[in-house]
């Protein structure tokens, strides 16, 4: 194959990828506002149906112009040759490939978030708010990114060049080690990423004394859950919406609720979402889900061992000097159809763990079948949730069963 033909191919599947997503984003949103689904009015008045259709739509066409601007910018650089105009002009001034590497992705990573404020900025500030969700402040906004990025670049770093490390040195043993690295990474962040990270943007404190504390309390003796490992957490600070979830295994295991979700909802109502988040600990979700991933991660560093030293990758995208960062780019272009594939099974596996993580309340919670029915009405008429979601953009996007299949199963 000739690099022409290889290039060729990438941005062929950029586009295919673009025309699918935005076949299932049409889908959707038309299935969110044509629906004759009668069991919406358990949920919705007209006037709040109205509500909740125009700001899926809205979501809708702001979804649009992100994504296709996204895409222009990606086939411009990819026929253009911009990323082999970067990668020359980083080594006009470093000479260590190592150096170079880190380089190009440090400034490919801020350029992409330079290009996705002003994104980030109108979806929080124009359409959070315009339905009366966003609580954010400017101030807050912007030192999460300022935040995040700190991070990224402390951790994310320091784990990118020890892998860029052993590709150079140690090619021929690159796909075990970086599997290894990643690995050991990913179970250090998946145990105590939440105890670590979360109070950087978020304070977490127990449930206070009262009601609604016995009730849990009571509630987690008989499961055996210790009430130390229970948080409840400000997502007030940046958003009305309402949530709840389980992290972590083991002594790191931990829950969060979100004062929102305790603001809206009756006592038996939290403890029966609580009911369903030591579910996910019970039947070993959040285990499981990482035990794939590790073997997916497993299956991406095998392909890269056998792919990434293949000097058409670079060629392709028009570099000069075969690299790290410009192979691992053209790698993940052509990964595209395989991670679709696999997010599909992801979320089928996670939607599966929805559903027994509410079978799992129903059968260790007293009534919760009406409590917890009631709750996720309320969170998902709150949140102005999209009752009716195409079941293709459920099988690619939805990590949770659309709620009125959830409720369904729960009645
Ligand atoms: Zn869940």
């Known amino acids: 194959m000739t690099a022409e033909i290889l290039l060729a191919i990438m941005v062929a ?26 069991r919406i009015a358990e949920f919705y008045d007209q006037n709040e149906y109205q509500k909740s259709t125009s700001y899926s739509h809205e979501k809708y066409r702001f979804g649009v ?91 994310g770093g320091p784990l990118l060049a020890a892998i860029i490390f052993v590709y150079q040195q140690f090619p021929d043993w690159f796909w075990l080690i970086g599997w290894a690295l990643v690995s050991a990474f990913s179970l250090l962040s998946f145990m105590f990423g939440t105890k670590l990270f979360l109070p950087l943007f978020n304070k977490l404190q127990p449930v206070p004394d009262g009601e609604l504390r016995d009730e849990i309390e009571r509630y987690c003796k008989s499961q055996g859950y210790a009430m130390s490992k229970l948080y409840v957490m400000d997502g007030s600070r940046r958003s009305t919406k309402a949530n709840a979830f389980f992290s972590g295994m083991g002594r790191t295991k931990t829950i969060v609720l979100f004062d929102t979700l305790i603001e809206k909802l009756t006592t038996p109502q939290i403890t029966a979402v609580l009911a369903h988040e030591i579910g996910h600990y019970k039947r070993k979700h959040t285990l499981t889900m990482f035990l794939l991933s590790n073997l997916q991660t497993f299956a991406l560093f095998a392909l890269l061992g056998w792919l990434l ?55 260790t919670y007293p009534n919760s079948s009406e ?41």
């Open 13 to 38: 599947l950029v586009l295919l990828n673009f025309m699918l997503d935005s076949m299932l984003d049409y889908l959707n949103d038309r299935s969110a506002r044509f629906s004759k689904e009668p």
């Open 309 to 363: 030293g293949n000097p058409i990758l670079s060629e392709a995208l028009g570099a000069s000097v075969s690299s790290f960062h410009i192979g691992i780019l053209a790698f993940f272009l052509l990964f595209s159809p395989i991670s679709l594939i696999l997010g599909l099974i992801d979320n089928a596996l996670s939607r599966r763990n929805e559903f027994e993580a509410d079978k799992f309340a129903l059968d």
């Open 371 to 411: 409590h917890l029915r009631d709750a996720l009405k309320k969170i998902s008429t709150d949140s102005l949730a999209n009752l009716t979601p195409h079941p293709w953009y459920v099988k690619v996007h939805y990590t949770h069963p659309p709620i009125l299949q959830r409720l369904a199963k729960l009645s």
């Open 65 to 155: 112009i992100d994504s296709t601007l996204s895409v222009i910018i990606t086939v411009a650089a990819l026929t253009l040759g911009w990323f082999a105009f970067l990668d020359d002009l980083i080594r006009d001034y470093l000479a260590n490939e190592l150096f170079i590497s880190l380089g190009f992705i440090a400034i490919l990573s801020l350029i992409s978030s330079i290009v996705n404020l002003p994104f980030g900025l109108y979806f929080t500030f124009k359409i959070e708010a315009k339905y009366g969700f966003n609580k954010t402040t400017l101030r807050t906004f912007m030192t999460d990114r300022v935040k995040g990025a700190v991070l990224s670049l402390a951790i």
